[in-house]
């Protein structure tokens, strides 16, 4: 087996592992507010967001990937061959051993600041800032900051609008909010697939074009269907396996959670995340989904959330891209010594 080849397996693995690590971390943010309205059992609400996972990764296209895989450093600036390619190696190194060390913890973390993290911090130790484009991760980086932000705000609005239309109806109305979860778990699940399953895809394809095993077509950026299949059956698999202590916090750590509250947190990030992955936006499902869950809770009562809690997710949430930028960086570092 060439170098070459056993660098291309090495790619497609890791890249798969993150995934999976992508699918268990964030399964917590997408299942918790319903499991703990007591609407499903955890088992069947996972299974769902697991299907719903593999459909938005595989039908509802391809833009966040063409942004992973040629918006962040263009694949042409950088280095053919396998020197090229330890900066993509080191950059997920990075971003699955911080999504391993949030879930130890019980820590919802944001997977795509940890691989946006990762990418920055390997290229910067390898070949410094002039290869980056330091505008397009600009971009990015304040449309992760800002969607948490508008996350809370729509949330919050919904769920007073959805107070205000539900105060007159009888307790039946908690009913309607549990079967309307159904409809808002499936969306949700269907934008976290479209947007999170395809950072992987753009990193292997990103990987193969370094390593001269593909060449997209002239002015386009296809995305190899067996690429988008596996990328879709690890994020799938990993949000099967389900992240329990990070559901736990979400679930049961901020406020006492009611159908209301899931399916207004539900269906505001949804439309959050897919509007952001139609622009071709990669951004945090797990910030989204957690900022919009405190929304809903703020326009009940602001003094139910454990606010304390929430803080601490907003320091994680900072401290991800710097510590997986380091931790890629001195991957780099490392593997250069190796290969």
Not at 46 to 54: D, E, G, H, Q, S
Not at 70 to 78: A, H, N, R
Not at 155 to 172: E, G
Not at 223 to 252: D, E, H, N, Y
Request: with cysteine; glycine share 8%; hydrophobic share 55%.
């Amino acid at each position: 087996m060439s170098l070459v080849i056993f660098m291309a397996i090495l790619v497609v693995a890791l890249a798969l592992f993150f995934n999976f690590t992508n699918g268990f971390n964030d399964s917590a943010s997408q299942v918790a507010t319903i499991i703990f309205s007591r609407t499903l059992q955890p088992e069947i609400a996972l299974f769902i967001a697991a299907v719903a996972n593999f459909s938005g990764a595989y039908f509802l296209g391809t833009a966040v990937a063409q942004t992973i895989g040629s918006g962040i450093v263009d694949p042409s600036l950088m280095k053919e061959g396998v020197s090229g390619v330890l900066v993509i190696l080191a950059a997920l190194i990075g971003a699955i051993l911080w999504n391993l060390v949030t879930w130890y913890f019980g820590i919802p973390s944001s997977s795509s600041h940890a691989l946006i993290g990762g990418l920055v911090g390997s290229f910067l130790f390898s070949w410094g800032p002039n290869p980056i484009n330091w505008t397009k991760v600009f971009m990015i980086i304040t449309v992760m900051i800002i969607s948490p932000i508008i996350g809370f705000i729509i949330t919050y609005i919904f769920t007073q609008l959805t107070l205000i239309f539900s105060q007159w109806s009888s307790p039946k109305i908690n009913k309607v909010f549990k079967n309307l979860q159904f409809f808002s778990l499936i969306t949700q699940a269907l934008a976290h697939g479209t947007n999170d399953a395809q950072k992987a895809m753009g990193v292997i394809v990103f990987g193969f074009v370094i390593l001269g095993l593909y060449t997209p077509p002239q002015g386009q950026y296809i995305i190899p269907t067996w690429i988008i299949v596996s990328c879709a059956l690890a994020i799938s698999f990993g949000t099967m396996v389900g992240g329990k202590r990070i559901i736990k916090k979400l679930g049961s750590g901020l406020y006492k959670i009611r159908p209301i509250h899931s399916f207004a947190s539900q269906t505001a990030s949804t439309l959050i995340i897919y509007a952001a992955s139609i622009f071709g936006f990669p951004v945090s499902t797990t910030q989204i989904i957690s900022s919009s869950v405190m929304g809903a809770g703020a326009a009940f009562r602001p003094k139910m959330i454990r606010w304390k809690i929430a803080q601490d997710m907003v320091v994680v949430w900072f401290i991800t891209i710097p510590i997986s930028g380091t931790i890629a960086g001195l991957s780099f570092l490392l593997l250069n010594k190796l290969f």
